[in-house]
């Protein structure tokens, strides 16, 4: 543990120096970021049968956040009413 936490240590000073040489840089952080597991992405493809479906599915997830920080809740939000 304590290895992770020099090496987490470490690329933070190096984040904050990036900023530092490099104002131009926006912050942003990666709450809004989704990193798919398996059952995440098999999710998201379960009602795809067409190319624009799953186009349609990862706009609707990538554009909306309810905050709930909760992958499978959000989409499901982003589906739209159940029915």
């Not at 912050?27 to 995440?40: D, K, P, Y």
């Not at 098999?42 to 067409?50: A, T, Y």
């Amino acid at each position: 543990m304590n290895d992770f936490r020099t090496k987490h240590a470490g690329l933070v000073d190096l984040y904050r120096e990036l900023l530092t040489d490099h104002p131009e840089i926006v912050r942003v952080g990666f709450t809004n970021s989704w990193f798919l597991s398996v059952s995440m992405a098999l999710s998201v493809i379960e009602s795809i049968n067409s190319g624009s479906d799953l186009e349609r599915v990862l706009k609707k997830i990538q554009l909306a956040s309810f905050g709930t920080r909760n992958f499978f809740n959000e989409l499901a939000f982003a589906s739209g009413p159940p029915g």
